[in-house]
């Protein structure tokens, strides 16, 4: 799989080309320069950083010895389950964990949209989507899968993740609760309708909300993937880096709470005026 994907076709192509890091541009940097002072040291004695997790010392290496996980009964994302309905610009929409005995047949049609498997890679029989979905949700808790449901309708697909405990972690200075969001339209008369930006506005500004110790969401869409882009761009996303990831050129995607903050203190600005 080619990692975090959106399936739009809200496309601006001039937009997306000043942006993406191939090579690097200069407001996209080399991870591997970065002097981020929030960001952590990274340790680790394999390539798998699956069970990584931050320790309570601020600067202390990022690594756990075998055998240990999250916490029994951590919720490592904060109940999304409890994160309720929120207002957009397209109408009310809400993150729904997946129930996989009865939302399979819907993602797994969705999967097979050659739109969407183009860049999820998870075209085929049901089983192999069961498989996708059975293994965020009999795992720590470290990735939710939801459905989207917009004005209680399900149009899209979402994987909420700690971005900090992924194997991304290592390709990026990452900080701790740093939140990841992979996203899909499912049905092509649901995209182009400027759906994507407007979801995933929203569903940053949510886990910033509902995520107090999350000071950051990233994507990393593949740099192929200009639709997807543009939409992260649109909902208020920068292009920090490229990064490598096994199969594909990502965009490394980053949404900050300073810049949520910033934005606010202007809208109450532009009310009191």
């Not at 340790?43 to 999250?70: F, H, I, K, M, Y």
């Not at 992924?166 to 182009?192: E, F, K, N, Q, S």
């Not at 992260?232 to 949520?260: N, T």
């Amino acid at each position: 799989m080619r990692g975090a994907r959106v399936s739009l076709t809200d496309t601006d192509t001039d937009t997306v080309a000043a942006a993406l890091p191939v090579p690097f541009a200069p407001d996209c940097e080399d991870p591997r320069d970065s002097a981020d002072p929030g960001a952590s040291t990274l340790r680790w004695d394999s390539e798998e950083t699956l069970n990584l997790r931050w320790p309570t010392a601020p600067g202390a290496p990022r690594v756990e010895l075998p055998g240990q996980g999250a916490p029994r009964g951590a919720d490592l994302l904060d109940g999304v389950h409890t994160w309720g309905p929120t207002p957009t610009p397209v109408g009310t929409f809400e993150l729904v964990p997946v129930r996989v005995d009865y939302d399979l047949p819907l993602i797994h049609g969705w999967m097979n949209d050659p739109a969407v498997a183009a860049f999820w890679e998870l075209a085929g029989p049901r089983d192999r989507t069961e498989r996708h979905l059975r293994a965020q949700l009999d795992g720590d808790g470290r990735s939710v899968p939801c459905l989207g449901m917009l004005d209680g309708t399900a149009l899209s697909y979402w994987e909420i993740y700690r971005a900090d405990l992924d194997p991304l972690a290592r390709r990026y200075p990452a900080r701790p609760h740093d939140t990841g969001v992979h996203l899909l339209i499912g049905g092509a008369a649901h995209r182009g309708r400027g759906l994507g930006p407007a979801l995933l506005s929203a569903v940053a500004a949510l886990i910033m909300e509902r995520r107090r110790a999350c000071t950051r969401v990233v994507a990393e869409p593949d740099v192929r993937n200009t639709p997807s882009v543009t939409a992260f761009l649109k909902a208020g996303f920068r292009c920090s880096a490229g990064v490598d990831l096994p199969g594909k050129r990502a965009a490394l995607m980053i949404r900050d709470r300073d810049q949520d903050q910033d934005r606010d203190r202007d809208q109450d600005r532009d009310r009191i005026r």
